[in-house]
């Protein structure tokens, strides 16, 4: 187990039921998935931790559209065109 | 480009990739829409007009599309109604009356009663019998029925 000093944490100040303001060490979130093709964050694709993703049903976690949590809608409108064209 | 009968490809959404026709032009931006996708209003914007264009009916029903399709040798997406099945409904009494565990409860009443009958029957013979040998009156009728019950067996 990690120590609560640890850097692998995130600090966050939260209000007690006191009025008391205390730090909280809360697990970080993995970085947001992005488009493969222009890099922008995906939408529509959770940015949780694994343990939270893995209870997700499968339509939660991905556009339901093909190249879905892997393209973004503008990449995937792109590479349908090209190939409508061939 | 857009027109009715012209072969498109869906450039968006869930159906992005599937080949369809134009079936109608409802307005500036929206047409009717059949074949390898479902049958839908589409903006014209999320199209990507092909070079082919098949003889259709303005309004064709999907029998009619579904033929051209496969005359051209595409699939067609054919939404099938859900078959209606019926809904699971609570069924409080029924359950009981047709699983073993209810036949059983009821078996278990029935034995309830009949001893119950019989220890009432009982009870009024012990009455009967006090009634007949002391005679007493009806205020200590109930103190002197459970003497007589614990004395019997004996």
Do not use: Q, Y
């Given at each position: 187990m990690t120590s609560e000093k640890s850097r692998s944490k995130r600090?966050?100040?939260?209000?007690?039921?006191?009025?008391?303001?205390?730090?909280?060490?809360?697990?970080r979130k993995p970085e947001a998935a992005k488009c493969?093709?222009?890099?922008?964050p995906l939408k529509g694709v959770?940015?949780?931790?694994?343990?939270?993703?893995?209870?997700?049903?499968?339509?939660?976690k991905r556009p339901e559209r093909p190249f879905g949590g892997y393209?973004?809608?503008?990449?995937?409108?792109?590479?349908?065109?090209?190939?409508a064209r061939e | 480009m857009i027109e009715v009968g012209r072969i498109c490809v869906k450039i968006a959404g869930r159906d992005a990739g599937r080949k369809c026709v134009v079936v109608d032009i409802l307005d500036d931006n929206f047409v009717?829409?059949?074949?390898?996708?479902?049958?839908?209003?589409?903006?014209?914007?999320?199209l990507e007009p092909t070079a082919e264009v098949i003889k259709i009916k303005k309004g064709a029903s999907h029998?009619?599309?579904?033929?051209?399709?496969?005359?051209l040798g595409l699939p067609?997406?054919?939404?099938?109604?859900k078959p209606s099945s019926e809904r699971p409904r609570k069924q409080r009494g029924k359950r009981k009356k047709a699983g073993q565990e209810g036949s059983g409860k009821d078996e278990k009443k029935k034995g309830k009663k009949e001893p119950a009958v019989k220890a009432e029957a009982s009870k009024d013979s012990g009455k009967e019998e006090k009634a007949e040998s002391q005679s007493q009156p009806p205020e200590q009728e109930g103190q002197?029925?459970?003497e007589q019950q614990d004395g019997s067996p004996q």
């Open positions: 600090i966050v100040a939260r209000k007690t039921p006191g009025g008391r303001v205390s730090v909280r060490r809360v697990a493969a093709e222009c890099g922008k959770p940015r949780e931790l694994p343990s939270k993703m893995r209870n997700l049903p499968k339509t939660a393209l973004c809608s503008s990449c995937m409108r792109k590479l349908m065109v090209k190939k | 009717l829409i059949d074949g390898s996708t479902r049958r839908r209003k589409c903006n014209f914007r999320h029998e009619e599309v579904a033929k051209e399709f496969e005359k067609v997406w054919n939404t099938k109604p002197s029925s459970e």
